[in-house]
């Protein structure tokens, strides 16, 4: 797109904005996207003090085409509250969790757009993320308002992640298995409706495919010492480490996966990631609100509670054209509302409109 430059703010998570920078090359062309301090500097001094909070949970990027500056917040946050100041900040609020129940007494929703999830990715190589890093500490004066272990952490964070075409395509052709094989890992949260929902129906889920004569199992939970209530999942336990690349592999060869909302009902990183990867899905009820409602037999299997889980499972494992059916409905879903170019024009192609934007992502440069 010629005559437009889109200012990405210096200050913030890299592991959590790479997938929206992602959208801005692919919609931009990557030579007209740049990382700058001077046009966030209203939004910085706007901040709370003290508070760390906001360079954790939001992006800021202006578009600037034509003597017009559009500006825009990305809320990846877990938790449906909105961050005020940068809401008077910018022009279009665009949040992962939008809650319309916990919005209902808000009398301003004009800008706030529902773009669903994305999740965490590598961009770039070793010694780029490196060069990135350096220079966007440079645009903040070497003031990042946090600790520069913890920013430069986000950068190698970053690189401990796969690329978008990894999680879009199969790294290898997908090994035959004499029955349906069924892969899953997970983390215990001690938020309290995670102890309560979350880390309950991934156990239950783990153990019906754990004794299932229907499939073989690998998987389990990684946690903490200090988590409370450790010995109930015990009999879960990971001992091995799993490196990304080998989840992603493994998730690819699972003929099935299971969703449910995480820390404060959010939608997860697990949820963008199955859609992308075009997995049959089984869900317990999705509690925040997406772009386009997911469709019951569709692009996913809904269970009420944990009452139908073994019911869905069994019924997955043992209708392969059903779990077709999914897979291709789960990836037209993320191609169509989901994949970083999507989101993108989905937030801005009203203001800064393009006849023919890229196509969806099916390689990422090294």
């Known amino acids: 797109m010629k005559n437009v430059n889109v200012f990405v703010d210096?200050?913030?998570?890299?592991n959590y904005t790479a997938y929206y920078l992602v959208g801005l090359?692919?919609?931009f062309g990557r030579k007209n996207v740049s990382f700058k301090r001077s046009p966030f500097s209203q939004l910085f001094q706007n901040r709370e003090k003290n508070d760390n909070g906001e360079y954790f949970n939001y992006t800021a990027f202006v578009v600037e085409s034509a003597g017009k500056s559009t500006k825009y917040i990305i809320d990846f946050r877990d938790s449906p509250e909105v961050y005020e100041h940068a809401y008077r900040w910018c022009d279009t609020y665009a949040?992962?969790?939008?809650?319309?129940?916990?919005?209902?007494?808000?009398?301003?929703?004009?800008?706030?757009?529902?773009?669903?999830?994305?999740?965490?990715?590598?961009?770039?190589?070793?010694?780029?993320?490196?060069?990135?890093?350096?220079?966007?500490?440079?645009?903040?004066?070497?003031q990042p308002g946090i600790y520069w272990k913890t920013f430069v952490r986000?950068?190698?964070?970053?690189m401990e992640k796969s690329y978008l075409n990894q999680f879009v395509n199969p790294p290898r052709p997908v090994s035959p298995k004499r029955k349906p094989y069924i892969f899953t890992i997970a983390t215990?949260?001690?938020?309290?409706?995670?102890?309560?929902?979350?880390?309950?129906?991934?156990?239950?889920?783990?153990?019906?495919?754990?004794?299932?004569?229907?499939?073989?199992?690998?998987?389990?939970?990684?946690?903490?010492?200090?988590?409370k209530g450790v010995k109930d999942f015990k009999?879960?336990?990971?001992?091995?480490?799993?490196?990304?690349?080998?989840?992603?592999q493994k998730t690819h060869e699972s003929a099935l996966v299971f969703n449910t909302p995480s820390v404060f009902n959010c939608h997860g990183w697990k949820l963008g990631e199955f859609l992308a990867m075009g997995k049959a899905m089984i869900s317990?009820?999705?509690?925040?609100?997406?772009?386009?409602?997911?469709?019951?037999?569709?692009?996913?299997?809904?269970?009420?509670?944990?009452?139908?889980?073994?019911?869905?499972?069994?019924y997955l494992l043992t209708n392969e054209a059903y779990r077709k059916k999914l897979e291709k409905g789960a990836k037209k879903y993320y191609n169509d509302h989901l994949a970083p170019i999507r989101v993108i024009s989905n937030i801005i192609g009203k203001a800064h409109p393009i006849k023919d934007p890229a196509p969806v992502r099916k390689t990422v440069t090294k």
């Open 284 to 314: 317990s009820p999705i509690i925040n609100e997406l772009p386009e409602p997911l469709q019951h037999g569709e692009n996913i299997h809904l269970i009420e509670d944990e009452s139908e889980m073994e019911d869905a499972v069994n």
């Open 235 to 248: 009999e879960l336990k990971i001992k091995k480490f799993v490196s990304h690349p080998e989840f992603l």
């Open 95 to 142: 949040k992962i969790n939008v809650n319309l129940d916990y919005l209902s007494g808000r009398k301003d929703i004009s800008k706030l757009l529902s773009i669903g999830p994305g999740f965490s990715i590598r961009i770039w190589g070793k010694w780029k993320t490196y060069w990135h890093c350096l220079q966007n500490l440079r645009r903040l004066n070497f």
């Open 25 to 27: 090359y692919d919609y």
């Open 154 to 158: 986000t950068y190698e964070n970053q």
């Open 10 to 14: 210096p200050a913030t998570r890299i």
């Open 188 to 227: 215990l949260w001690e938020h309290a409706n995670c102890q309560l929902g979350t880390n309950h129906l991934r156990k239950q889920f783990m153990t019906i495919c754990k004794n299932s004569p229907l499939c073989s199992f690998e998987g389990g939970f990684f946690f903490y010492k200090k988590f």
